[in-house]
């Protein structure tokens, strides 16, 4: 038998490159979801929420395929922090991030549902951030322009030299696809990353 077709929920290219490591087959649709946080809604919850949304969305569409939806949000003090999308909003979330421990919560939902598959797990990755000057903001923003990424820092490139210390159990997470539990959520649902359905690497 087949594996199932595999569909990642995202327009992001961070999470494509990052699922593209376990060298699956598997095609790429945008969820037309609102993201706005509910009334008091902490930051895990809301990641986990959107997470499920994105997969729930489009396995609606996909009844027979796996599919993969997967949210982040910067956590500081329980207060949510998104993507900036413009220099000044980077620029004051660094400032308020600079000598601070942020919680980065990625979830990641697996949703199959002509099986009645779907799980949803959490990886929250705790991130010390250095104290930084304005002048080392303002260079870093200027090089990266990283203003799509929750928290203002692209910790895969030159942001990690923003912080002192990163603690995670799943290390993709960071970067918005938390790969060991997404791989095990995948053979759940009846895909292995090691198993007939890789993709042909030669």
């Known amino acids: 038998m087949s594996a199932p077709?595999?569909?990642?929920?995202?327009?992001?290219?961070?999470?494509?490159?990052?699922?593209?490591?376990?060298?699956?087959?598997?095609?790429?649709?945008?969820?037309?979801?609102?993201?706005?946080?509910?009334?008091?809604?902490?930051?895990?919850?809301?990641?986990?929420?959107?997470?499920?949304?994105?997969?729930?969305?489009?396995?609606?569409?996909?009844?027979?395929?796996?599919v993969i939806g997967s949210d982040q949000v910067a956590d500081l003090d329980g207060q949510a922090i998104g993507k900036p999308g413009t220099h000044e909003r980077a620029t004051a979330q660094l400032r308020q991030m600079s000598g601070r421990r942020v919680v980065f919560q990625t979830?990641?939902?697996?949703?199959?549902?002509?099986?009645?598959?779907?799980?949803?797990?959490?990886a929250a990755v705790a991130v010390e951030f250095r104290a930084l000057a304005d002048e080392q903001i303002e260079r870093y923003l200027r090089l990266e322009q990283p203003y799509d990424c929750a928290g203002s820092a692209k910790c895969e490139t030159l942001g990690i030299a923003l912080l002192a210390a990163i603690h995670s159990d799943d290390p993709t997470a960071l970067v918005g696809l938390p790969l060991i539990r997404t791989s095990m959520m995948l053979r759940e649902a009846g895909i292995d990353p090691l198993g007939a359905s890789l993709t042909d690497t030669a």
């Open 5 to 66: 077709s595999l569909i990642l929920a995202s327009s992001s290219r961070y999470r494509r490159e990052l699922l593209q490591r376990l060298r699956l087959s598997f095609e790429s649709i945008s969820p037309d979801l609102d993201e706005s946080p509910l009334p008091g809604e902490a930051p895990a919850d809301l990641a986990r929420r959107l997470a499920l949304a994105k997969a729930q969305a489009v396995a609606s569409i996909h009844p027979d395929a796996v």
């Open 107 to 122: 979830a990641v939902a697996v949703v199959r549902r002509d099986t009645g598959y779907q799980r949803c797990e959490l």
